[in-house]
């Protein structure tokens, strides 16, 4: 079963209290909404998740803990919209998990492994009418490598954009390892032995087909505006683009404005209305009970006024 990354330390710095209004943005298997829940017996929890596997599972798991919460199947970038519905407009907390869980790596029907033959999906909402197989199979050249390029950071992304064209016009392409098998083609042997050559391309095809970036970016935001004082937003990326977009956001929102860097007294309504609190990455006994963590990173902002 799923074991949630850096679970403790987003626990430690969501910094609880027992009437906290918290959401999970990812719930998920309740890895960490669970531990959530424990700590937050006169407050609430709102999680949210598409997948309605995941629903049914963690929905059993919180119910046996508490009742203080409520499961929202959609999207976080509907985020406030779905608070508000709730008459929420204020929270003292908001975590973001944003990596593929386990269940949904290990499932070989969603499609999500390039390591199990499965129809390719990679969908994250089941209800997405978008699926890793229109992507393969009716994107152009251009912007498979594009995303190829950009999402996945893939430097053959051109002659396995080419590669896949050249194989759709035969027959289209319907499963994952018939992908595996094309990008495998059209890359050096040597670079398939450092690694699976497959990785870096299912990642992009996936950030594709469920918009990973945009949809966070834009919940990030929303959740920044409605911290009340004190609360956090943490955020567990688990690779290099969604941490430094992380970055850049968190040093937009706490840096001061560069023409009054230095000066020896800071007007109140000069001063960020953030603060960095932390940049992690797992301990040594925690990268090597679960590989899965090896390239997590938990970044925390917290709202110092309104």
Partial sequence: ??????LKEAIEYLNLKEDSIIVDCTLGYAGHSSEILKRIPKGF???????????SYSEKKLKSIASNYEIIKSNFVYLKKELEKRNQSHVDGVLFDLGVSSPQLDETERGFSFHKDAKLDMRMDQNNPISAYEVVNTYSYEDLVRIMRIYGEEKYASSIAKKIVQKREEKKIETTLELVDIIRESVPFKYSREHHPARKVFQAIRMEVNHELEVFEEAFQEAL?????????????????????CKKMIKEKTNVDSALRGLPFLPEDQK?????????SPEKEELERNHRSRSARLRVIERVKL
């Avoid at 079963?1 to 850096?6: G, N, P």
Wanted: negative net charge; glycine residues 2%.
């Fill in 1 to 6: 079963m799923h074991e949630s990354v850096l």
């Fill in 272 to 280: 960020p209305k953030f603060k960095e609190i932390a940049n992690i």
């Fill in 45 to 55: 929890l709102y999680a949210f998740d598409q997948d309605e596997e995941a629903i």
């Fill in 225 to 245: 505006e409605l911290l009340n004082p004190n609360g956090r937003v943490c955020v567990i990326t688990f690779h290099s683009l969604e941490d430094k977009l």
